[in-house]
């Protein structure tokens, strides 16, 4: 079944992603070739004889794509039919199928929502760097200053058993990790610019991976190293 899987969705899927995410006028450079195709809301995609509807993480509806005469899928929308674990790693450029290890958090999977004053995703794609309580870091989540609750929501697509991360605050403060449904996965009292602390965090594959701590409470925060397995 793995094989079978694997090769329908090498043959469905090669490079969606720019077929669906660059529109005309998109340059040549990077790898990236502007193309012509269509939606072909005409074709249904079948799993074992089952026909499926493909959806993106976001739950809404998408379609095949045709291109010279072949149907391209949503790399993410096959894979999650058949079981296949998917992820993009940011800082290599590259579509990561089946079990990879452990996965960066930050530069893998982009905050759908952050809220807070000044607060931030960066990316190692951004070429930027921070000392965060000593540390030299290439990618990072920050959350603050003032304002109401700060907070960052990731979809992991309930794909990880758990998760291993640094935190550093430059007050004394508790981070909170919810799970799916408000489920609370962590409340972590936080020393003041103290050396950063290492947490690992059970997830129960969570879809749902949510970072906050209240708006009454003026501090920086920073969460960086995160590895999901």
């Known amino acids: 079944m793995k094989k079978r899987t694997l090769a329908l969705i090498l043959t469905l899927c090669v490079t969606v992603t720019a077929v669906i995410s660059f529109t005309a006028g998109a340059a040549a450079a990077g790898g990236l070739q502007e193309i012509k195709a269509y939606l072909n809301s005409g074709v249904t995609i079948k799993v074992d004889g089952e026909e499926k509807i493909i959806t993106e993480s976001n739950g809404v509806r998408t379609y095949p794509i045709v291109y010279n005469g072949t149907n391209y899928v949503p790399i993410r929308s096959i894979a999650n039919l058949l079981g296949v674990d998917v992820g993009w ?50 990618h990072w989540l920050y959350l603050g200053y003032y304002g109401s609750y700060k907070e960052a929501h990731f979809n992991l697509g309930g794909k990880y058993t758990s998760i291993t991360f640094q935190v550093y605050a430059s007050d004394d403060m508790t981070l909170t990790v919810y799970g799916d449904e408000g489920f609370l996965l962590a409340e972590i009292p936080i020393t003041g610019r103290a050396v950063p602390k290492s947490v690992t965090l059970p997830l129960f594959n969570t879809s749902e991976l949510f970072f906050c701590f209240p708006g009454e409470k003026n501090t920086d925060l920073y969460v960086f190293d995160a590895k999901l397995s």
Do not use: F, M, P, R
């Open 89 to 138: 790693d940011q800082a290599t450029n590259a579509i990561l199928l089946g079990k990879q290890g452990e996965v960066d958090l930050i530069d893998t999977y982009k905050a759908y929502s952050i809220k807070g004053q000044a607060s931030k995703q960066i990316q190692s794609s951004e070429g930027k760097t921070e000392n965060i309580g000593g540390v030299d870091v290439s």
